[in-house]
């Protein structure tokens, strides 16, 4: 990566001993292996390589002769070399080093660049040199020897002389505490490309790196109640403004909050690695692997920032329902601070028959629209499949209805599933069987006559016991009478 940011100036081979020395010169912070010390480690390297002092040409011997036997292409360092030096680092970093444009911008920032967005741009607009291998190079390095240790070792001994004596005439004041801060962790920029897990998503939004909002945040996260939150360290996903209000998201565990100058709200973060965060106004947090595949539910281009979707929202009167696809699924609001996926089976399919996620179609989307209303449920849904078992006209001049059985897999664990008949007047008609779908309600006809109504899945016939003069056409039980004994309904 120094390689490629370093100024197209000279022979390979003194760029690639510079490089190497300048991530050399950064070892000191070599040995934080977390996140973010590789972080402020790659922020240096890029620093010295984007201006080069002068005396890393001195004395660059032990360098030079440790170079590997192959060296990199010289197309691509000549195309490099054309570049502004910021447009040459958002190359490098987003078309070589893979990494997404939002983690660019962020390393941008870092560098002191104002205005990001047009280098990206810029960068992005390079036609791609034809090189004859790969553009990543990963040579194979030899040992770099430099000098003697035993000045170093003798400069270890001095120091530590020096502190003991410190110490020795500081004995009898007292000790001053350190001052501790409330603790906060984020992943790396580019975990996500190592690890698809909730642990690897990057903290992203404009307040960051506001360390007073944050700060804040982690200090409201500390000081809520011991049963609304574990007593781990807190992960940063996200830091902004949401319709103009600072909203921070933290994380730790199956504990997910929302922090805002109001307060702070926890709920139950769910094991989903890929499901949307809401983060208000109709706006969703993305998996940074998702950040460039969100669709409308008409299949345009959902228009995202920094892995935040622009304002989008179910077309029901209750506000629940389907939002946009991402991949191969469809998310919806079900009233969770998660995204659900929702998936569809049609009146076809056969029972005890398990299907990947799809997108929604038409038909889905319907069906969805109508029934996210009627799902009402205390605890956040990661996924929930609505399966129409059985689709017609109703009897006795009935219009056209559909059953579903809809089972909601739970974000804390378990699930449930509940049937709904999508009438001219929708209603629930109590618990369901997802494998075996079969349910019944009593119906009142449009010649104000009632009947018990009890429908199943395919490859399945409704029987009830409790009813008389009961008759069975293309699965749906019909029988006349009024709400008295207790009925009993199965599937055979």
């Not at 990494?99 to 660019?104: E, H």
């Not at 403004?241 to 100058?261: K, M, N, Q």
């Not at 973060?269 to 409308?296: E, N, V």
Request: a positive charge; hydrophobic letters at 40%.
């Amino acid at each position: 990566m120094a390689y490629f940011v370093l100024p197209g100036k000279g022979k390979r081979v003194y760029r690639l001993a510079i490089a190497r020395r300048i991530v050399d010169g950064t070892a000191r912070g070599a040995r934080d292996r977390s996140p973010a010390g590789f972080a402020r480690r790659r922020t240096r390297v890029l620093r010295r390589a984007l201006r080069p002092s002068r005396r890393l040409r001195i004395g660059l011997g032990p360098w030079l002769r440790a170079l590997p036997a192959q060296l990199p292409d010289p197309a691509l360092t000549a195309a490099l070399a054309r570049l502004d030096p910021h447009v040459r680092v958002a190359y490098v970093l987003h078309h070589l080093e893979g990494m997404p444009r939002y983690a660019v911008r962020d390393q941008l920032i870092e560098l002191r660049v104002r205005d990001p967005w047009p280098v990206i741009r810029a960068a992005d607009d390079v036609p791609t040199p034809g090189v004859r291998r790969s553009g990543r190079f990963e040579p194979a390095l030899r040992p770099v020897r430099t000098r003697s240790a035993v000045p170093l070792a003798a400069a270890g001994a001095l120091t530590a002389a020096l502190v003991a004596a410190l110490v020795v005439t500081g004995r009898d004041e007292p000790p001053v505490p350190a001052a501790r801060g409330p603790r906060l962790v984020s992943a790396a920029p580019d975990a996500w490309t190592r690890d698809r897990t909730l642990d690897a998503w990057p903290a992203r939004g404009d307040l960051v790196r506001d360390r007073a909002f944050t700060g804040r945040a982690v200090a409201a996260w500390e000081a809520a109640p011991a049963a609304r939150r574990p007593g781990g360290v807190p992960r940063l996903l996200y830091a902004g403004r949401v319709g103009g209000v600072p909203l921070a998201v933290l994380r730790h565990g199956d504990s997910l909050a929302r922090y805002t100058p109001r307060g702070l709200d926890v709920t139950a973060a769910g094991d989903d690695p890929s499901a949307p965060i809401a983060l208000g106004g109709g706006r969703y947090l993305l998996a940074p692997w998702d950040a460039r595949s969100p669709a409308t539910l008409a299949g345009g281009r959902l228009a995202t920032s920094s892995g935040v979707t622009a304002p989008a929202r179910a077309r029901t009167g209750c506000g629940r329902g389907p939002l946009f696809h991402l991949g191969t699924r469809t998310v919806g609001d079900l009233g969770g601070p998660r995204a659900a996926v929702l998936t569809y089976r049609s009146p076809a399919a056969r029972p005890a028959r398990t299907e990947p996620p799809a997108r929604l179609g038409s038909e889905g989307q319907k069906i969805w629209n109508r029934l996210a209303c009627q799902t009402r449920t205390s605890k956040p849904v990661a996924e929930a499949m609505a399966w129409n078992f059985w689709s017609g006209p109703l009897p006795h001049g009935g219009k056209h209805a559909d059953w579903v059985c809809t089972r909601m897999t739970h974000t804390g664990g378990g699930a449930t599933a509940r049937a709904t008949l999508l009438a001219a007047k929708d209603r629930a008609t109590g618990p369901c069987d997802a494998r075996r779908p079969v349910s019944g309600t009593w119906w009142r006809s449009p010649d104000g006559r009632w009947y018990y109504l009890a429908a199943a899945g395919r490859g399945l016939v409704p029987h009830a016991k409790g009813v008389d003069r009961a008759t069975t056409r293309n699965r749906l039980l019909v029988a006349p009478g009024a709400r008295t004994a207790p009925i009993t309904l199965t599937a055979r």
